[in-house]
């Protein structure tokens, strides 16, 4: 028969031994003798039962690398491979898995396997002592994600402190322990098992550490001063996790092609839900679709933004919908070519209408709509066309470099009442827009006019609209963020 190993076999195992002597005595009560049946058979068919309803050992660690987003793990105590193939599958393709283990021919037994995993080539096993390698990693500025132990038991307070104090572990990082309980000899009081003794003292000298939260998350407390936001992060939030945007709501105006819909699969990206905006309703909708279906949270509305029964009714339908509001990002915009002395008052009249009424439409219905979010954030199109220029485009430019200066307006007047407004003035960019027959002529001249020697690329600007978007930028407010390969500069 087998030995009983797992805490629940041991009980199964003590259970039986007690019926059996109840059994063979003739003064055992029959409703002690019941009782002991009823709670062996319970306890026999527990590890079945969770055996077939719980999750395997290997879909338990991909998860946590899930959870974790690990790119980068450390494995103390390899065996047969069994665990670090499971969580080299969970990691990215760029991510890596460094495993220690003590005996060479477990490593011979396990790469094999590994070479014929797709998975493999994430792996990188070190034979010898674990603790050799954790000086030779920290000697190399070595940092992981996530550490596994799970090896010589009297060991793991060492190999736990070693790793806090040498920096193994990345700030908020990741330390799972396994085989922490050991068979229920960790708990019993009168337990004489060496690892059993060794495990409990490194359960208590956790829970204890004042470096981690909980025994999962690193906090690195000894380092530096908790305070430090530059060492912990801004409220304990990497400047990454700054630039996120999930549980924010966002609308993007002429999101149905070129700069605009860039931005709108930007934000989506970065966790924001999105309002596809524009003219052209079959345009919105395609947008909307594309966003949908990368798993964005996006609607489409069609509303010209020269109407204020339009910008309001916009507003009106996104707080409506999701119940908030907080980037507004005034992308539509139109652009006539005429020389000055042939631009007519209807073509100056329509393109203020849009680029700048309209754009100042928004930013005060926007306003008057949203004060009640903590923080709102605007961010404006202009163009390098505010800055002096030869081309001929006077009502263009004329209303750009209004559109920079309602941004430093707004953007000081509504400080304090947490709205940040800022524009992002790109270079030409290579959109449908500047492909008309009028402006063929002038893409040569424009070339040689740019230092980095290409037009702007709608992807050249989504960091920018993200960022402006999001709590990393806080602190800015009224500025004209110019992207346009340096063609101001010459």
Not at 317 to 323: D, Y
Request: net charge negative; glycine share 8%.
């Amino acid at each position: 028969p087998s030995v009983p190993d797992t805490p629940v076999e041991i009980i199964v195992d003590l259970l039986s031994k007690a019926k059996n002597v109840a059994a063979a005595r003739g003064d055992v009560p029959k409703e002690l003798t019941s009782y002991l049946q009823k709670a062996l058979d319970i306890a026999s068919g527990l590890d079945d039962y969770l055996e077939k309803m719980t999750t395997q050992e290997s879909q338990t660690l991909k998860m946590l690398i899930h959870m974790s987003q690990a790119k980068r793990v450390l494995e103390i105590g390899m065996f047969t491979g069994y665990g670090a193939l499971s969580m080299a599958e969970g990691l990215p393709e760029d991510g890596c898995l460094v495993a220690c283990e003590l005996e060479p021919y477990l490593k011979e037994f396990a790469q094999p396997i590994f070479d014929k995993s797709p998975h493999g080539k994430k792996i990188t096993v070190k034979t010898g002592s674990a603790m050799d390698t954790l000086k030779e990693l920290a000697a190399a500025g070595e940092q992981f994600d996530m550490v596994f132990i799970d090896a010589d038991k009297d060991n793991y307070i060492n190999y736990y402190n070693f790793i806090l104090d040498n920096n193994l572990l990345r700030i908020q990082g990741v330390i799972c322990v396994d085989n922490s309980l050991f068979k229920a000899k960790v708990y019993l009081e009168d337990t004489t098992d060496r690892n059993g003794l060794a495990l409990r003292e490194f359960n208590h000298f956790v829970s204890n550490d004042p470096r981690v939260e909980q025994v999962s998350v690193c906090g690195h407390r000894e380092l530096t001063n908790s305070d430090d936001e530059v060492f912990r992060g801004v409220k304990g939030r990497s400047i990454l996790d700054r630039m996120r945007l999930e549980g924010k709501v966002a609308y993007v105006t002429g999101a149905g092609q070129g700069i605009g819909r860039a931005f709108a699969h930007a934000l989506g990206e970065a966790g924001a839900k999105v309002a596809v905006v524009d003219m052209e309703q079959n345009k919105a909708e395609a947008v909307a679709k594309e966003l949908f279906l990368k798993g964005i949270n996006a609607i489409s509305i069609k509303a010209d933004i020269s109407k204020s029964e339009d910008v309001q009714r916009m507003i009106d339908t996104i707080v409506s919908k999701w119940g908030a509001l907080h980037i507004a990002c005034n992308n539509a915009g139109i652009n006539m070519n005429s020389a000055s002395e042939d631009t007519s008052l209807e073509e100056w009249d329509q393109t203020f209408n849009v680029n700048l009424r309209g754009t100042f439409m928004c930013c005060q219905v926007c306003f008057t709509g949203c004060l009640s979010q903590n923080c709102v954030k605007v961010c404006d199109s202009g163009s390098h066309r505010d800055l002096p220029h030869p081309q001929k485009q006077l009502s263009y430019n004329t209303s750009k470099a209004g559109v920079v200066k309602l941004t430093q307006t707004l953007g000081t007047e509504w400080i304090d009442r947490g709205v940040r407004v800022n524009c992002i003035s790109p270079g030409i960019v290579d959109t449908p827009l500047i492909h008309s027959e009028s402006l063929r002529p002038l893409v040569q001249r424009w070339l040689s006019d740019i230092p980095a020697g290409r037009l702007a690329q709608v992807t050249d600007l989504q960091a920018a609209v993200v960022y402006l978007a999001s709590d990393a930028s806080d602190y800015m407010t009224g500025h004209n963020l110019v992207i346009e390969g340096g063609q101001s500069l010459w």
